[in-house]
């Protein structure tokens, strides 16, 4: 299926999955968050989770303007020639992510100030959460493989992306979720 054959509305009920996935993961994270700091008047984490939400839905808005087809087949639970263990690791990290990480920061920030971050450190972490978002799309976008597991996807007509940020990286993706992990804790 190319990008003129996805079908209107198998594109709008994935885009209005994907941004119900990322309200329900933001609200979670927002949760664990400010219970475990038992303060929501802090500024820092207020900007985070807003940039987190325009992140998240941009993102989303620009798959389904660039790659619908790509948004489409993200969204599918059953991903033939995956391997167990790379989806065992995706929700092992995507876990992680929505429920240790929240959970610390906010006992660090809010409880215990294990650690304390001056603004221009939280403004390099602004940076790259930018650069990440930046990055991750333009994958997406040169990339219509770009599932959430690794496999060889020969029912799609599988073959190396060599444009766009795979001319200067071969795993841009891997990269951006580099820099991301990098900005949340900044």
């Not at 990339?143 to 190396?160: L, M, S, W």
Request: hydrophobic share 50%; with cysteine.
């Amino acid at each position: 299926m190319g990008i003129a054959e996805v079908n209107t509305k198998e594109l709008r009920k994935a885009g209005i999955k994907q941004l119900v996935l990322i309200c329900f993961m933001l609200i979670l994270q927002m949760t664990i968050f400010f219970i475990s700091a038992g303060d929501v008047t802090m500024l820092r984490p207020w900007i985070f989770f807003s940039a987190s939400f325009v992140h998240y839905s941009v993102s989303t808005a620009v798959q389904c303007r660039l790659n619908p087809e790509l948004l489409i087949q993200r969204l599918k639970r059953r991903r033939e020639g995956s391997k167990l263990w790379d989806g065992i690791l995706m929700r092992v990290s995507n876990l992680t992510a929505l429920i240790p990480v929240p959970a610390v920061a906010g006992l660090d920030v809010g409880r215990f100030h294990w650690s304390n971050i001056a603004i221009h450190f939280a403004m390099v972490g602004l940076a790259l959460f930018a650069i990440s978002t930046v990055l991750l799309n333009w994958a997406m976008i040169a990339n219509p493989y770009f599932e959430p597991t690794v496999r060889i996807q020969k029912d799609r007509g599988h073959k190396a992306i060599t444009n766009g940020p795979y001319r200067i990286v071969r795993h841009p993706g891997y990269l951006a979720g580099i820099f991301y992990i990098l900005s949340i804790h900044l």
